[in-house]
T-cell receptor, first 112, second 114 residues
Framework: EAAVTQSPRNKVTVTGGNVTLSCRQT?????MYWYRQDTGHGLRLIHY???????QIGDVPDGYKATRTTQEDFFLLLELASPSQTSLYFC???????????FGPGTRLLVL | GEQVEQLPSILRVQEGSSASINCTYE??????FPWYKQEPGENPKLIID?????ERKQTQGLIVLLDKKAKRFSLHITDTQPGDSAMYFC?????????????FGLGTTLQVQP
């Protein structure tokens, strides 16, 4: 199975804080995704990318930025964190022509 | 926007019985339908998928059925065991030459009671 890692695994910040969530995949996948998971809402796509330097807006992008610095690394940025962004964040990746997405272990974010 | 409806949200079954989860999708261009299992504290993991050129797929006690005309697909778990207790997500993707986005259902919590 594809290897996707995320850091940190847990993060606590205050309202207005600046947070960066990191994701790395080592399977030469072109596509990477950021989701948030909340009870009652399932998995919602925040941003995704087709390759280094590419960014696509997902379904719930407000309050989030993302940057894909390399094929391996995809970052999610919360520049002014709010309590509504308290959630479990998953990164995923998939290969060209292969739509199966492989998920990282998740980052649990608490915004106080 | 595109939605995938998943029912039921909670499913309780007795060990050894079957469990069925149903999903419907809106985008007629969707042609890939994965199912993920998520255990508490873990990430979602792919357990089975089906493409639009198939109507049925089976692997290790899991059966997936696809009805393209009705835009409906379903997961059937035969002979459920306590280890099957988890959250299950269906998803649909529209493949447009490159990797399509996955639109997820809201999930089904399956509880297998001994």
């Amino acid at each position: 199975e594809a290897a996707v890692t995320q850091s940190p695994r847990n993060k606590v910040t205050v309202t207005g804080g600046n947070v960066t969530l990191s994701c790395r995949q080592t399977n030469s996948h072109n596509y990477m995704y950021w989701y948030r998971q909340d009870t009652g809402h399932g998995l919602r796509l925040i941003h995704y990318s087709y390759g280094a330097g590419n960014l696509q807006i997902g379904d719930v992008p407000d309050g989030y930025k993302a940057t894909r610095t390399t094929q391996e690394d995809f970052f999610l940025l919360l520049e002014l964190a709010s309590p509504s962004q308290t959630s479990l964040y998953f990164c995923a990746s998939s290969g060209t022509g292969e739509v199966t997405q492989y998920f990282g272990p998740g980052t649990r974010l608490l915004v106080l | 926007g595109e939605q995938v409806e998943q029912l039921p949200s909670i499913l309780r079954v007795q060990e050894g019985s079957s469990a069925s989860i149903n999903c419907t999708y809106e985008n007629s261009a969707s042609n890939y339908f994965p199912w993920y299992k998520q255990e508490p504290g873990e990430n979602p993991k792919l357990i089975i998928d089906i493409r639009s050129n198939m109507e049925r797929k089976q692997t290790q006690g899991l059966i997936v059925l696809l009805d393209k005309k009705a835009k409906r697909f379903s997961l059937h778990i035969t002979d459920t065991q306590p280890g099957d207790s988890a959250m299950y997500f269906c998803a649909a993707s529209a493949i447009t030459g490159n990797t399509g986005k996955l639109i997820f259902g809201l999930g089904t919590t399956l509880q297998v009671q001994p």
